[in-house]
């Protein structure tokens, strides 16, 4: 029987500052890690305990990427690591952000997506013709679980779909991954960016990330993902249903709740679903009604 907590070796290869107690760690592994963007792994350093992440490198890729926030002992002990340094890798776990059904299969992404029992909280392979575009709404971190799935536009969204990014960060400092910009820019993607106060130099928008809504049309025939701190999402909520978003077309990341990954613990329960199982995506109608899900 498979050891559901055996992991692998990750030797550190790169490591780039991306903002302040920030870092993007590049891993080379033992076996390509093939997951869907929004699912989670385990990063494990012995002696020092575990911990979730989000992996954000493009799917193609063989090796693996963390960003990570400097804020307990394991990732102060993680930020302290020299290239060539190992950790421990498992996963990956949970469901990820939903797909659409006549995307190309990239390591066997769609084909795993199209086996999911539609009694999940989502609906991965979104079958209405009528949904063209997406909408991210993010908040610090949140871009994170993102960036994968915007590496992959050409490769496994269609054509017409436009995406559109509402990123609030602190400061300008604080906006992650701004190598990106240009080339996601390129591929079309409407980034729209905002900082919690006035900066000298900065010319965008001002005001939490709701204030975005208020100086941009959002994309018509639109699915929205929500990525970022919980009270980010009450507001974000708010502006979506002023703008008549059904709650069937929301998706957000609950993946703060995550522990174990396997549902063994249980302390990730929502209601009757489980963060590490059925999540950390789940669709917004169907848990709206469950006390403390969000």
Same mark, same amino acid.
């Given at each position: ?128 013709? *009528?949904? #063209? =575009? !997406? ?5 610090? +971190?949140? /871009? ?7 590496? &992959? ?87 979506? *249903?002023? #703008? =008549? !978003? ?5 998706? +957000?990341? /609950? ?7 396997? &549902? ?31």
């Amino acid at each position: 029987m498979k050891n559901p907590y055996a992991t692998q070796t990750a030797k550190l290869i790169k490591i780039t500052n991306q903002a302040p107690n920030i870092k993007l760690f590049r891993f080379d592994l033992d076996k390509k890690l093939d997951f869907s963007p929004g699912q989670i792994i385990f990063l494990s350093i012995p002696g020092f305990g575990e911990a979730p992440f989000a992996p954000c490198n493009p799917l193609e890729t063989d090796f693996l990427e963390l960003c990570v926030r400097k804020v307990g002992k394991l990732t102060q002990i993680l930020h302290k690591l020299k290239i060539g340094d190992s950790v421990g890798i498992r996963g990956p776990y949970g469901q990820g952000w939903p797909l659409f059904s006549h995307c190309e299969s990239i390591n066997g992404w769609t084909k795993q997506s199209q086996s999911i029992s539609t009694k999940l909280p989502h609906d991965h392979n979104i079958r209405n013709n *009528k949904i #063209k =575009n !997406l909408m991210l709404v993010v908040g610090g +971190l949140g /871009l994170i679980p993102l960036r994968t799935l915007l590496w &992959g536009k050409n490769k496994f969204l269609p054509n017409e779909t436009k995406i559109q990014i509402f990123y609030g960060a602190k400061t300008p400092d604080d906006f992650l991954f701004k190598n990106d910009y240009a080339e996601w820019k390129e591929q079309g993607i409407d980034l729209k960016l905002t900082i919690d106060k006035e900066c000298p130099g900065w010319n965008e928008c001002v005001g939490v990330v709701t204030a975005l809504f208020n100086k941009n049309m959002i994309s018509p025939n639109a699915i929205a993902f929500l990525c970022g701190p919980p009270i980010m999402y009450k507001f974000v909520l708010e502006k979506l *249903k002023e #703008k =008549n !978003l059904p709650d069937e077309n929301i998706y +957000l990341s /609950l993946e703060r709740r995550m522990h174990c990954g396997i &549902g063994v613990c249980q302390h990730c329960a929502i209601g009757s679903f489980y963060t590490c199982k059925d999540g950390p995506i789940f669709r917004y109608d169907k848990i709206k009604n469950i006390p403390n899900a969000i």
